[in-house]
Nanobody, 123 residues
Framework: VQLQASGGGLVQAGASLRLSCAAS????????VGWFRQAPGKEREFVTA????????YYADSVKGRFTISRDNAKNTVYLQMNNLKPEDTAVYFC?????????????????WGQGTQVTVSS
């Protein structure tokens, strides 16, 4: 599975961005697609995930109500709509694929990772 994340940028606080994660390869074997982020000097953290077949979603408390994950099965693409962005959302955002069933909030359980896209939110 190959993943290509895009859509990052520099925005002001309160603005919106939509990230995309395009998957190719053996995507039919994927269980979940997740978004993670890593700020300078911090560990990579879970943001949100979606179960590929059923569509169930999971969110970190810090983004609930502001971020929305969705998928387009036909395009093998997952989107992350980010609204009301805050400076603390600044990070490199990664999408990842998990092959095995289970609660998809743990970084170490993902099997394939994209290259990351930078999101910078100015105050």
């Amino acid at each position: 599975v190959q993943l290509q994340a895009s859509g990052g940028g520099l925005v002001q606080a309160g603005a919106s961005l939509r990230l995309s994660c395009a998957a190719s390869g053996r995507t039919f074997s994927s269980y979940a697609v997740g978004w993670f982020r890593q700020a300078p000097g911090k560990e990579r953290e879970f943001v949100t995930a979606i179960i590929w077949s059923g569509g169930s979603t999971y969110y970190a408390d810090s983004v609930k109500g502001r971020f929305t994950i969705s998928r387009d099965n036909a395009k093998n693409t997952v989107y992350l709509q980010m609204n009301n962005l805050k400076p603390e959302d600044t990070a490199v955002y990664f999408c990842a694929v998990r092959l095995r069933p289970g609660r998809p909030i743990y970084t170490q359980t993902y099997d394939y990772w994209g290259q990351g896209t930078q999101v910078t939110v100015s105050s």
